[in-house]
T-cell receptor
Framework: NAGVTQTPKFQVLKTGQSMTLQCAQD?????MSWYRQDPGMGLRLIHY???????DQGEVPNGYNVSRSTTEDFPLRLLSAAPSQTSVYFC??????????????FGSGTQLSVL | AQSVSQHNHHVILSEAASLELGCNYS??????LFWYVQYPGQHLQLLLK??????LVKGIKGFEAEFIKSKFSFNLRKPSVQWSDTAEYFC???????????FGKGTHLIIQP
């Protein structure tokens, strides 16, 4: 199993550009989520999904969209990138649950810079 | 909303020293508690977790943590650290019934050989 795969690993955007961060898992996990990690801030939850067709907002959802058309994929879309979105983004999944009562499996992260 | 405080942002120890990393949370109800670790160049991975039962939990690589409900704490310990323990350590809390985890800011641990 590949686990949780994120692409790209690095990305540089200009302010106002849009892009999609990809996340895929091959473990048949129901729960998937996106976190961002900023220096001195820890990880903060952006959006999450408890199954295909179901998504919800986390702590810092503004400026991001998600969809969950399949169990495997959970892309994160930046609609109009801003410098404040410069961060490292992590995708995480778990077999079931709501992201707080099971072990999370993390991807390797996407380092995004917005100029 | 719950919050998590990790007392030390940077810790430097010599090999064979004992380790204790502090973690306190602010939530009065039932919680699930986690420690995650991120080794250089690797994914975040679970070190150990506490849901219920024995408040002293053991994790991978010789780590353990003790849940003290009266102190809202979940400190991570290891009796004798190794150079390979150099990593970023994150404490995380979930209030039962809530979605997702609230992470602390992390502790960057450096072990000097």
């Amino acid at each position: 199993n590949a686990g949780v795969t994120q692409t790209p690993k690095f990305q540089v955007l200009k302010t106002g550009q849009s892009m999609t961060l990809q996340c895929a898992q091959d473990m048949n996990h129901e729960y998937m989520s996106w976190y961002r990690q900023d220096p001195g801030m820890g990880l903060r939850l952006i959006h999450y999904s408890v199954g295909a067709g179901i998504t919800d907002q986390g702590e810092v959802p503004n400026g991001y969209n998600v969809s969950r058309s399949t169990t495997e994929d959970f892309p994160l879309r930046l609609l109009s990138a801003a410098p404040s979105q410069t961060s490292v983004y992590f995708c995480a999944s778990s077999l079931t649950g709501t992201g707080g009562n099971e072990k999370l499996f993390f991807g390797s992260g996407t380092q995004l810079s917005v100029l | 909303a719950q919050s998590v405080s990790q007392h030390n942002h940077h810790v430097i120890l010599s090999e064979a020293a004992s380790l204790e990393l502090g973690c306190n949370y602010s939530y009065g109800g039932t919680v699930n508690l986690f420690w995650y670790v991120q080794y250089p160049g690797q994914h975040l991975q679970l070190l150990l977790k506490y849901f219920s039962g024995d408040p002293l939990v053991k994790g991978i690589k010789g780590f353990e943590a003790e849940f003290i409900k009266s102190k809202f704490s979940f400190n991570l310990r290891k009796p004798s650290v190794q150079w390979s323990d150099t990593a970023e350590y994150f404490c995380a809390v979930n209030a039962q019934g809530a979605d997702g985890l609230t992470f602390g800011k992390g502790t960057h641990l450096i072990i000097q050989p």
